[in-house]
RNA sequence: GGGGGCGUAGUUCAGCUGGUUAGAACGCCGGCCUGUCACGCCGGAGGUCGCGAGUUCGAUCCUCGUCGCUCCCGCCA
């Protein structure tokens, strides 16, 4: 006998079903048993009355909450049952795998437990369908994204994670042992994005982990998380750039809408919104003045960027003066931008970079590069980098490299903002951060 | 790395300016219950109060140290 999942059982009325799931509750009385099975698509009442079956129901009472099980019976309605109105006679049973008791945590208890206890066991947490939730979400997401970029014919990448030098700020750089030498593990695939635009690739992207050594107590840092890049040949500036990321996630987000729209605000109590085109853009001098007139003043050692509660205030600006989500934050000063950043011709300290915000949050750092080789070169220098470790890189540059630029996303911040969660580690899988390596 | 907050039953929490057998809810175990659906009722088990030291006649409570968790800042996606 196939199985059928529970969100098709009402289209099985009067037939007998296979039913494989989770046993999530057992109301175990003198005549009559319940059993509410749980599979991925929802939950089903099955029934037995024990004189019908006295050994299946010796069964019955010694099920565990949480074990595996396939169930068969009949499917028949019940206008009394408040799960749907039916339900399913139980006809036989099989345990396929038994869970012992007490489980380290109530899963559908009228609690949560902390994080810190749900991540400890998260096979048991991601088995709450709310949970579950969050990576149908992603899945939608990332096909949104994906459809984007096929259609504007874009070319998947992969790029290394194992790199044999330190690259741009070796500081937040995990090093391993490699053979007897040194690897470092690559905390942005940077710069092998941008090899695809001196081969040729014209358009890329890549989703994949990426590794940060910062030892970040924060709810929105990781030490490995999913970054998607994008980098896209013969630009004319950063402006490009920002006008191909906000098609890009109009078109996903309102792909996610479409399919998850409702579920999302039944469940998490957010709306989707799908942003109008353009996004707000606004310069970096331009915010800092914003701030001022509002009595704020960024903190000095900041070197001209913005604090978190910078950036804060003013997603709430925007959101009240331009009625918009999104800000593209851009022209940051030389000082807080990496090497290979363009400056201006005309303002030299200034770099064609921006940020994304969104819900208060960094989503997006990208750029316009540099890709002139002796300019490049001049650059690492004056930031006090080593030419060496990174020749190959600079080689790229050497033998005919188009204007090019692009930008690194954040995924779970992304799904964060959009399920109205507070802390990355909820979105993520399985998280790592400074004191997490398990499970 | 700097700062704040929190560690009490399996889980979430309460515990009075320091006082005798440390409580509740849910979960778990046993019994009862003809249709439950947050099932209900009765009973039970379960705690080195994170750990160590100090103050005190007496510490879950006050002090110090230590470990763990958490949030903010720094760093960034």
Do not use: E, I, T, V
């Given at each position: 006998m196939r199985r059928t999942l529970i969100v098709e059982l009402k289209n099985f009325i009067n037939k007998d079903v296979k039913v494989q799931g989770w046993v999530q509750t057992i109301r175990d009385q003198k005549e009559v048993q319940f059993i509410v099975v749980r599979d991925h698509t929802g939950l089903i009442q099955f029934v037995l009355e024990r004189s019908k079956n006295a050994k299946l129901a010796e069964e019955v009472s010694n099920l565990t909450t949480e074990s595996a099980v396939t169930l068969i019976g009949r499917v028949v309605e019940n206008p009394i049952v408040k799960l749907g109105g039916f339900e399913v006679q139980l006809h036989d049973l099989r345990v396929e795998s038994s869970a012992s008791l007490?489980?380290?945590?109530?899963?559908?208890?009228r609690v949560q437990p902390e994080l810190d206890k749900r991540l400890d066991w998260r096979f048991l947490d991601l088995r709450q369908p709310n949970n579950f939730f969050i990576f149908r979400v992603q899945t939608t997401l990332e096909m949104g994204m994906r459809e984007y970029w096929y259609s504007q014919g874009f070319i998947e990448i992969h790029s290394p994670k194992l790199m044999g030098s330190e690259s741009e700020s070796r500081a937040e750089l995990f090093k391993l042992e490699y053979f007897g030498k040194t690897a470092y593990l690559a905390q942005s695939p940077q710069l092998y994005k941008q090899m695809a635009m001196a081969a040729g690739f014209d358009k890329i992207f890549e989703i994949g982990p990426v590794f940060r050594a910062n030892p970040s107590f924060t709810?929105?840092?990781?030490t490995e998380f999913t970054s998607v890049d994008v980098e896209i040949s013969w630009i004319d500036s950063h402006e490009d750039v920002m006008s191909f990321e906000e098609k890009w996630i109009q078109h996903a987000f309102s792909l996610l809408k479409e399919r998850h729209g409702e579920e999302i605000f039944e469940k998490n109590d957010v709306e989707i919104k799908v942003p109008s085109i353009p996004f707000p853009r606004i310069t970096m001098k331009e915010a800092i003045e914003i701030l001022r007139k509002q009595g704020y003043m960024p903190p000095p050692d900041k070197k001209g960027d913005l604090d978190p509660q910078g950036e804060r205030l003013l997603c709430e600006y925007v959101k009240n003066n331009y009625g918009h989500e999104f800000v593209f934050l851009k022209d940051y000063p030389v000082a807080v931008r990496p090497f290979y950043h363009m400056r201006y011709e005309n303002d030299p300290l200034t770099t064609k970079s921006f940020d994304l915000l969104w819900k208060g949050l960094e989503i997006t750092t990208g750029a316009q590069r540099e890709h002139r080789y002796d300019v490049l070169t001049k650059q690492a220098l004056e930031k006090g980098l080593r030419l060496e470790p990174i020749q190959f890189y600079l080689?790229?540059?050497?033998?005919g490299c188009p204007p090019h630029g692009g930008f690194g996303f954040g995924l779970t911040r992304t799904l964060m903002g959009l399920l109205n969660l507070k802390n990355v580690r909820e979105v993520t899988y399985l998280y790592r951060g400074p004191n997490r390596l398990y499970p």
């Open positions: 007490p489980l380290p945590f109530d899963l559908f208890g709810s929105r840092h990781d080689d790229f540059f050497k033998y």
